[in-house]
């Protein structure tokens, strides 16, 4: 129990009128309270004991490490800088008591809250403008600027990842770096994209788009030309045939449900009959201004439109009508050659926020697609390993380099993309 304070401060929790509980004021009292106390200077006397600080910082780092990860509110900054300051204020308190009576503890304990902060997010200069704008301590720039960076330091010896980062990449969660690693410079998109891939025809029946919607989970399907006419029958690499037709564009999944979803809109056939034709011959070439309306009021207001339970309610004549895709799809959208590298492949699907990214050949067949998880360290490992040996890769233990060419054999292999035979192989 703490001495009589002069100002209305901390939890009481059974203690005589005046006095304050210093445990419960840390773990009960008003978080923003407890933290300006740490951080400012103490008078008449420190608010907090050192037996008191040691306890609360070792028991929110317990409970940090418990909850991380946990689907509960309880955060990691406020956590962390409350764990900073009070081992940083108790290391203050314990200078001024054996070394040098003047020092001010709180620069200690907002020091400590900047150094746990720098150790678990591994931020620099966003961290520190957070704490000088947050505790208004401009002077303190400089010691903060240290003792951040000393964090980080630290911290990259025992692994580069923050906290976030970590769990990131614990719950498997497709987040892609700023920066492409430097593997990628030795693939291309034909490497590590998705193939065969789920196309429609500009102008599909509702019995082809249903079965292939049902067939799949995809979102993005590309959109083929009718004809493919004046193009030899050329071969590609491992002897996967193109899908017939030239790429025209790219239709969303649920483009393709509002569309069928005008079979069940309670104002009758009229936007049925506007959605579908009977055949080829009758298709409209442009689209109809209500659907696209409807299109748009449906992704505004997050409605799904057809359902999975409702694709059998389709009879064999609703079937049998055909859609016009092309008048739905977008077709400005971007693509890349199959033998683009992977890593200006990664800074286009990246910097542009692309969820689908269809790779075509020199014929504007495609060929394959590229998504989020195509750019994930396993496939690119995998794709990496077809075309070179361990040894190539890495010169020693934890040294990764860019691998150096050795003599005919391995340039031909980087030329002509012929994949490792026998056990070196992928």
Same mark, same amino acid.
């Given at each position: 129990v703490g001495e009589p304070a002069e100002e209305v401060f901390g939890v009481r929790l059974g203690c005589p009128v005046g006095q304050y509980d210093e445990l419960a004021t840390i773990y009960f009292g008003t978080r923003e309270q407890s933290i300006t106390r740490l951080f400012t200077q103490a008078a008449p006397h420190e608010p907090f004991s050192n037996s008191s600080l040691l306890k609360a910082g070792?028991?929110?780092?317990?409970?940090?490490? +418990?909850?991380?990860?946990?689907?509960?509110?309880?955060?990691?900054?406020?956590?962390?800088?409350?764990?900073?300051?009070?081992?940083? #204020?108790?290391?203050?308190?314990?200078? /001024? =008591? %054996? &070394? =040098?009576?003047?020092?001010?503890?709180?620069?200690?304990?907002?020091?400590?809250?900047?150094?746990?902060?720098?150790?678990?997010? #591994?931020?620099?200069?966003? +961290?520190?403008? &957070?704490? &000088? =704008?947050?505790?208004?301590?401009? %002077?303190? +720039?400089?010691? &903060?600027? *240290?003792?951040?960076?000393?964090? /980080?330091? *630290?911290g990259n010896l025992f692994g580069h990842e923050g906290v976030y980062e970590i769990g990131i990449r614990r719950k498997k969660l497709r987040f892609l770096e700023h920066e492409p690693e430097w593997l990628m410079d030795l693939c291309t998109a034909g490497d590590v994209m998705s193939a065969p891939v789920v196309c429609f025809p500009v102008v599909a029946s509702v019995g082809h788009i249903v079965d292939s919607l049902r067939g799949c989970k995809h979102n993005g399907f590309p959109v083929l030309s009718l004809s493919d006419e004046g193009d030899e029958d050329v071969g590609r690499r491992g002897g996967a045939a193109p899908p017939k037709g030239k790429y025209e564009g790219l239709v969303l999944r649920a483009h393709l449900q509002h569309l069928l979803s005008t079979k069940f809109i309670a104002q009758g056939d009229a936007l049925w009959h506007k959605a579908t034709a009977q055949s080829l011959q009758h298709v409209a070439i442009d689209g109809d201004t209500e659907l696209y309306e409807l299109m748009a009021t449906n992704n505004r207001v997050g409605a799904s439109g057809v359902q999975e339970w409702e694709w059998e309610a389709y009879t064999e004549a609703e079937r049998a009508r055909v859609v016009n895709v092309g008048a739905y799809m977008n077709c400005a959208c971007y693509t890349v050659v199959e033998s683009c590298p992977l890593s200006r492949a990664y800074k286009l699907f990246r910097n542009m926020g692309l969820r689908h990214l269809p790779v075509i050949d020199v014929q504007n067949h495609v060929v394959g697609m590229l998504a989020r998880d195509n750019f994930s360290h396993e496939i690119l490992s995998k794709a990496v390993g077809a075309f070179y040996r361990e040894h190539d890769l890495h010169q020693s233990f934890n040294e990764q380099r860019t691998p150096r060419l050795h003599g005919r054999e391995q340039v031909l292999r980087q030329r002509e993309r012929v994949p490792l035979k026998g056990e070196g192989g992928g």
């Open positions: 070792l028991t929110y780092m317990v409970l940090m490490l +418990l909850t991380y990860g946990i689907a509960i509110p309880a955060g990691l900054f406020m956590p962390s800088v409350m764990v900073g300051a009070c081992l940083g #204020r108790l290391v203050g308190q314990l200078v /001024k =008591e %054996h &070394i =040098e009576d003047s020092v001010f503890s709180g620069a200690y304990a907002l020091a400590g809250a900047a150094a746990m902060l720098g150790g678990v997010q #591994r931020a620099t200069i966003s +961290l520190v403008v &957070i704490i &000088i =704008e947050g505790t208004a301590n401009v %002077h303190f +720039l400089l010691p &903060i600027v *240290v003792t951040t960076c000393t964090a /980080k330091f *630290v």
